[in-house]
């Protein structure tokens, strides 16, 4: 099962779901295969997916344990909850150029999660059914949590942005 996390925000993030869909449309991703998505408020309709705006903490925790892989977006605490379960991780950045944020911290997360070796980095959206094959071949790097150094660094590279 494919387990799909947009968050919780107030800004939408249909550009995710739209590849996902196009995909399946396409035949590069089995109609077949279970799709979960925690949308959020992205409100989407999917023949394919099974879209579910908000879950309890409950729900949300069965849905990470079933997963064989999380696709999600590129949020600190979504990838960090994906991790300590050790779970496979495709990441999408919400850029404020869509008005999926406020401003482009989420590359920078992108960035430092995939240059350890945690998680893969969707940047190019049309290849998400190339990404999602090679993630099955993935060997994710065992995450130990150093919150504090990870933090500190995470913070310098945001204000680095201004």
């Not at 150029?97 to 920078?108: A, K, M, P, S, T």
């Not at 959206?125 to 949590?145: E, N, V, Y």
């Amino acid at each position: 099962m494919i387990f799909v996390i947009l968050g919780t925000q107030d800004k939408k993030f249909p550009r995710l779901l739209d590849a996902l869909q196009k995909k399946i449309d396409d035949g590069k991703i089995s109609k077949k295969e279970e799709i979960i998505v925690q949308a959020g408020s992205t409100k989407y309709e999917s023949k394919n997916m099974k879209i579910i705006d908000y879950m309890s903490v409950r729900k949300f925790e069965e849905c990470i344990d079933r997963a064989d892989l999380i696709i999600c977006h590129a949020g600190v605490g979504t990838i960090l909850t994906a991790l300590k379960k050790g779970k496979k991780i495709i990441a999408a950045a919400r850029l404020k150029q869509y008005g999926e944020h406020v401003n482009d911290h989420q590359l920078q997360i992108l960035d430092n999660f995939t240059a350890e070796g945690y998680i893969l980095a969707l940047e190019d959206f049309d290849k998400i059914d190339l990404l999602i094959k090679q993630a099955k071949r993935f060997t994710p790097a065992k995450f130990k949590s150093n919150k504090r150094y990870f933090l500190r660094q995470l913070e310098k590279e945001i204000n680095i942005l201004g």
